[in-house]
């Protein structure tokens, strides 16, 4: 099968690492990238490169038809069926399949008999359920090592008890969504929280999220819609907008308030007819409609990248759904500058147990946006529902550097944890490459192999950092950072070794100072030994 088709860095790398794992007895693996990366060419380069026959699982038309679609996309003269109600073409070589269709027992039977040596669950935080593991015992993806099993997933977290280690062995490629955006494959987030004066005290949690019937009585009420409606008028009047609301008449009753404001707007639900969904979808696409309303249906399987804007109406503690939901903009586009996420936070007794771009975005620094103490409420017909003091904030995650770097000598990056370990990059060819290099000076482990792009192979760096290694005085935005406490004796004693006697320093930049000076002393010492 013919293909011309240029993969990204990222989604090279996931192909490689996946034909790696495999080929290294790892036979049952996950993958985790944004939503907006493309997971789903990667799934297409993994089934034409086993030219075998393959079975890609997904639960939703949308995401069956957007599989297709990229397979093709791949690769042109793919040969590729369906096998969704009455459509059945199991004897292609890869076949892409609803759930709900392949597990019936007949068409389950046919699959088995039909040889599956490769199966790639698509949004694979759903496979710990019944019926996916169903599917997969039955193919033989747990019993046999000759077979491989790959699920990708942006979320790789569910909410119940159910681990995603009872199907997959291992993460074997992961990229976070700041990496993306720095290595400029996913739109910049620029989110604002606004917290109002309701609470959401006595709404019971389910399964890590709240009680959807309580949460609905609760947020769906004429003051909260017109106060959200206000704030998105505010902010952001002239971006294409998604707003996530809690349940069906949650989304009918925030449509009908911005159609009231001379807003075209629209609701979508999962049982609405299937034709009228899909012509306001298509009127949204061409720019028809400028805001679509909806709860659950959205978060997965739909692409529309010119979206620049959420609209976060739905409070909810599940981190998961909260980045799916996010994920929706986080495709880039011509002309398109960032997304905006509007979060609008309702009090309750511990506001940190909610879900927010902060806490789904690690890379996220809060701006204030200038709003005062006492500021009258926007609109004053419902005094209910106000902006608290300076709660009306801003998120940055413009893909800035977040951990302290030191630029050495001849183009290398390092960043040096509290034991004395160090990521260190260095120019190669026509990109960056990464390596762990232990306090003695010595090469632990590659981290990136093949060159990149600086800000990617910087991103890359970074997940590592946080996930295995101990950077908590590398944060930049670290509170002791800003205090003016003075250098302490040893700190100076430190700095007079290295031929440094600052005057009048501060604790934390005699630290920096110091950080940098044992980085090019480091450099030095390395460039000594042969590694």
């Known amino acids: 099968m013919s293909n011309n088709f240029l993969l990204r860095d990222y989604q090279e790398e996931a192909l490689k690492s996946v034909i790696e794992s495999f080929e290294n007895g790892i036979n049952r693996q996950l993958i985790s990238l944004p939503t907006g990366s493309g997971k789903t060419i990667v799934i297409s380069a993994v089934a034409q490169h086993y030219k075998t026959k393959t079975l890609v699982l997904a639960h939703r038309e949308e995401l069956i038809e957007q599989a297709v679609e990229k397979i093709k996309l791949y690769s042109p003269d793919a040969d590729v069926g369906i096998c969704k109600a009455k459509k059945n ?74 681990g995603l280690d009872e199907v997959f062995e291992k993460i074997t490629f992961e990229r976070s969504v700041g990496t993306l955006i720095k290595g400029g494959y996913l739109s910049p987030v620029v989110g604002r929280r606004i917290l109002t004066s309701f609470r959401l005290k006595g709404i019971k949690t389910k399964m890590g ?37 809690v349940d069906v008449k949650h989304c009918k009753d925030m449509a009908a308030f911005f159609s009231s404001q001379g807003i075209v707007a629209k609701a979508v639900w999962g049982l609405m007819d299937s034709k009228d969904r899909k012509e306001t979808l298509i009127a949204f696409r061409n720019n028809e409609i400028q805001v679509i309303i909806s709860c659950s249906l959205l978060t997965e399987g739909f692409d529309d990248p010119s979206v620049d804007c959420i609209v976060m109406a739905r409070p909810t503690k599940s981190k ?77 995650i413009l893909g800035s550097v977040k951990l302290r770097w030191v630029k050495l000598y001849r183009g290398e990056w390092c960043l040096i944890d509290t034991r004395g370990n160090e990521l260190l990059i260095r120019p190669k060819e026509n990109g960056y490459i990464a390596d762990l290099i232990s306090s003695n000076g010595h090469k632990v482990k590659s981290i990136v192999v093949s060159p990149i792009p600086l800000d990617y192979c910087v991103g890359v760096c970074e997940d590592f ?13 670290s509170p002791w950072l800003k205090k003016q406490d003075p250098a302490t004796k040893s700190q100076l004693d430190v700095l007079k070794k290295f031929g440094v006697r600052p005057i009048n320093i501060t604790k934390a930049g005699a630290y920096l100072l110091i950080n940098e000076k044992v980085a090019f002393s480091k450099q030095e010492r390395r460039n000594k030994i042969d590694w």
């Open 89 to 162: 073409e199991i004897s292609r070589k890869i076949v892409v399949g609803s759930i709900q269709s392949c597990m019936q027992d007949k068409r389950l039977k046919a699959l088995k008999k039909s040889g599956i040596k490769v199966l790639i669950i698509d949004e694979a935080h759903h496979a710990p359920s019944s019926s996916y593991r169903k599917i997969i015992e039955s193919l033989g993806f747990f019993d046999d090592p000759k077979k491989l099993l790959l699920g990708v997933t942006a979320t790789p977290k569910r909410n119940d008890k159910k």
């Open 209 to 245: 999220d709240f009680v959807v019937s309580q949460l609905a009585m609760a947020v769906n009420i004429p003051e909260r819609n017109a106060f959200i409606f206000h704030k998105w008028k505010s902010h952001a009047n002239n971006r294409k907008t998604l707003v996530f609301c």
């Open 320 to 396: 998961p759904l909260y980045t799916q939901m996010v994920g929706r903009g986080l495709r880039k586009y011509m002309g398109k500058q960032d997304c905006l996420v509007l979060d609008f936070t309702d009090q309750q007794n511990n506001i940190d147990q909610l879900a927010s771009l902060s806490a789904s975005i690690p890379e996220a620094t809060m701006l204030e946006d200038g709003t005062q103490a006492g500021q009258r409420n926007p609109n004053p017909r419902n005094p209910s529902i106000r902006s608290d003091k300076d709660l009306d904030q801003e998120f940055d």
């Open 465 to 477: 950092a946080r996930s295995h290694m101990d950077v908590s005085l590398s944060k930049l935005d």
